[in-house]
């Protein structure tokens, strides 16, 4: 158990729905990320909060949205599903700004859009 | 664009031999890198980093070595297990920010 905490662990919806992933992050990280990798693809960065403000933004669709809220969790929502959007989308958190021990990742959800 | 890039999507190696995963990179700007390791059903692990101003770093099993002249590293892992099974990535963070960019990854296979 990494300590990051991702729920649901699967996830099968229509496309034009609506989803909304949630992450833990590990006791004392303010900050969390999230990633999605596609089939075939390596990890691609979507979005960073840190201490509940957005921090960096990657190429995260207009469709997509993601907060953290004062307890420290995060939620990404995805809306308008296509089915090129089914993926596993990863959250990681750590502590501050330096990565020199890498982040910690949840164990995933994966989303299959039918 | 793709910074960080594995060329190699597979790799087979017998137990107790050396395992040996390649990544290049394009940004000479990149202040460390990192290799995480990725079991089915599992998020990434975090396995071994090294800071730009080094050539060498090792724990255990586990060596990365960079070549900035070439914009190449590469993970050894000597000896190989068959619980090394996975698929590894090589990452580093950009432009300064917490944001790192990944390797799609190579999926190496130990044989007992």
């Known amino acids: 158990d990494s300590g990051v905490t991702q729920t649901p662990k699967h996830l099968i919806t229509a496309t034009g729905q609506r989803v909304t992933l949630r992450c833990s992050p590990r006791s004392g990280d303010l900050s969390v990320y999230w990633y999605q990798q596609s089939l075939d693809q390596g990890l691609q960065f979507l979005i960073q909060y840190y201490n509940g403000e957005e921090r960096a933004k990657g190429n995260i669709l207009e469709r997509f949205s993601a907060q953290q809220f004062p307890d420290l969790h995060s939620e990404l929502n995805l809306s308008s599903l296509e089915l090129g959007d089914s993926a596993l989308y990863f959250c990681?958190?750590?502590?501050?700004?330096?990565?020199?021990?890498?982040?910690?990742f949840g164990s995933g959800t994966r989303l299959t859009v039918v | 664009d793709q910074q960080v890039k594995q060329n190699s999507p597979s790799l087979s190696v017998q137990e107790g031999r050396i395992s040996i995963l390649n990544c290049d990179y394009t940004n000479s700007m990149f202040d460390y890198f990192l290799w995480y390791k990725k079991y089915p059903a599992e998020g990434p692990t975090f396995l071994i980093s090294?800071?730009?101003?080094?050539d060498k770093n090792e724990d255990g099993r586990f060596t990365v070595f960079l070549n900035k002249s070439a914009k190449h590293l590469s993970l050894h892992i000597v000896p190989s297990q068959p619980g090394d099974s996975a698929v590894y990535f090589c990452a580093a963070p950009q432009g300064g920010s917490e944001k790192l960019v990944f390797g799609k990854g190579t999926k190496l296979t130990v044989n007992p």
């Open positions: 990681a958190s750590s502590p501050t700004a330096r990565l020199n021990y890498g982040y910690t």
């Open positions: 090294i800071s730009s101003i080094k």
